[in-house]
């Protein structure tokens, strides 16, 4: 049947039913979080409850995303990536349907558990459709579909729960994967290992566990102080102790889970590096900036979406450009320079103040956009330029895996030091609040200090702006972390050209 399809018709549309299938997961990944309190009030959970929602679905995705590479060279990519998008779209339905918050927990760690495959096969599947010469535009292409989830999720999740109910986040899943199975069926190749490859049950457990303590370890650590709490130090102890032991077990074992013969590649192992960070800057920034907007400047929640969008537009913008260049300007000069607009953004955003409109987020985000839209595609290509093509399912999935997790380190890495930051600068600010400061005298020299309203009004403005000293001082360390992961584009090997 494929033979029916000029060779460029096919490759289009296999393109688009690919990313159509990884947009879903994507989407699913954010689209979910507005519509929590709507969820909470329908299920009668607690808050706590109610964020399980979340990390189920976030937990099962990370956990059997390595798997991923096993299965499609064990029984078929294309076997692997047609059952994943039936699971995820029958796991999506039953997610709407759920009647009670153990359910709808229940689907959601089966669609995580079905959507794990997604991202990595279609970067798998859009690399082996494409010559060499052309990684570089299938990968820009790839990279906005991966990025249109998280932009599309808020505003979407949004509307939906507002005009209809929070179970359309769910079936809205519906009619993309049908039209993703039945568009491939006829036209997508199998492609499977010549020599199939026993699955190392102990190294699966062992990585499964390992991803999986730590990523609750990060989803749970704010609402439970952190290290304050025994399960974190519980969750942490498994995380280090599993991930020890599946790297034991992967060096001393005749077939490992994992190849570790992939991390032997300078540019695989430094393109993920950069990937870590690039996960992080992707998603911690709106990780801080949509909060800052809500809490700080009163935006209701359609209004955040809408500012943040802006950024989106900038990836999607970048990353046609890049894949034009790539081939024809070296990837490491394309890094360096979107590196340049990221740190740019971040110096921008670091001079956001209580009295700022909605124009300072809009011009960083289109540059920060733009920047990480000009990174994606040379990391992307500079991870799989000499990384051999028997390693390609297992590289994808760890290059997803890694990714994610640098996004998941990142946003609990920031939300940490935002929030203690804040208590120190509101510390120091409180220092000078008294009766005999020059500067209370100066600034309010008719403030009261006998009246307790007036007290409770000079705290809460105290705490706006602590909160805001503690916004900027994350963004600069932002950019600064775009200094620090500067020398590692020098380390790279200049991908081959096509």
Request: glycine share 8%; with cysteine; aromatic share 10%.
């Amino acid at each position: 049947m494929n033979q029916t399809y000029p060779p460029a018709l096919r490759r289009n549309l296999i393109t688009l039913f690919a990313l159509s299938g990884a947009f879903m997961t994507q989407l699913d990944a954010t689209i979910a979080n507005v519509a929590l309190p709507h969820m909470q009030a329908s299920t009668s959970a607690s808050r706590e409850q109610v964020t399980w929602v979340l990390t189920s679905y976030i937990v099962m995705a990370a956990t059997f995303t390595p798997l991923s590479g096993w299965l499609a060279g064990r029984i078929g990519r294309k076997r692997v990536f047609l059952g994943s998008i039936a699971g995820f779209t029958i796991a999506s339905v039953l997610c709407g349907a759920a009647v009670n918050l153990d359910q709808l927990i229940a689907f959601r760690l089966l669609q995580g558990i079905m959507g794990a495959s997604l991202l990595p096969m279609s970067q798998a599947i859009l690399l082996d459709i494409n010559p060499p010469e052309k990684h570089g535009s299938a990968m820009a292409i790839w990279g906005m579909g991966a990025i249109l989830g998280p932009i599309v999720g808020p505003l979407a999740g949004g509307w939906l729960t507002d005009n209809f109910s929070w179970r359309w986040i769910f079936f809205i899943n519906v009619p993309v994967g049908i039209a993703a199975f039945v568009g491939l069926v006829g036209i997508l190749d199998e492609t499977r290992d010549k020599v199939a490859k026993q699955l190392d049950l102990a190294g699966f457990a062992l990585l499964g566990l390992a991803v999986a303590s730590f990523q609750l370890m990060l989803d749970r650590g704010q609402l439970l102080d952190w290290f304050a709490s025994t399960e974190i130090w519980i969750e942490a102890t498994i995380a280090a102790g599993a991930l020890y032991l599946f790297v034991v077990h992967s060096l001393t074992t005749a077939r490992p889970f994992v190849d570790l013969s992939m991390f032997k590649d300078r540019n695989y192992v430094i393109g993920n590096l950069l990937g870590f960070f690039l996960g992080g800057l992707m998603y911690g920034v709106i990780a801080l900036t949509a909060p800052m907007l809500a809490e700080l400047m009163n935006y209701p929640i359609e209004l955040v979406g809408l500012v943040t969008a802006p950024r989106g537009i900038g990836t999607l913008i970048a990353m046609p450009i890049a894949g034009r260049l790539s081939g024809k300007v070296d990837a490491r000069i394309m890094l360096f320079i979107g590196l340049a607009f990221c740190g740019w953004s971040m110096a921008l955003l670091s001079g956001a103040s209580l009295e700022m409109d909605s124009e300072l987020v809009i011009v960083s985000g289109v540059i920060q956009g733009f920047g990480a839209g000009l990174m994606f595609v040379p990391i992307t290509i500079t991870v799989f330029a000499t990384l051999a093509p028997r390693l390609r399912n297992e590289g994808a999935a760890f290059n997803s895996l890694i990714r994610n997790l640098g996004a998941a380190v990142w946003i609990s890495a920031l939300q940490i030091l935002t929030i203690r930051n804040e208590a120190t600068v509101h510390s120091r600010l409180v220092e000078t609040v008294r009766p005999d400061s020059p500067a209370m005298a100066l600034r309010a020299p008719e403030f009261d200090f006998g009246v307790t309203e007036s007290i409770a009004m000079l705290d809460r403005e105290i705490s706006r702006q602590a909160l805001m000293v503690s916004y900027i001082d994350s963004f600069w360390l932002i950019f600064l972390a775009c200094l620090v992961v500067a020398p590692l584009v020098v380390m790279l090997k200049k991908p081959r050209q096509g």
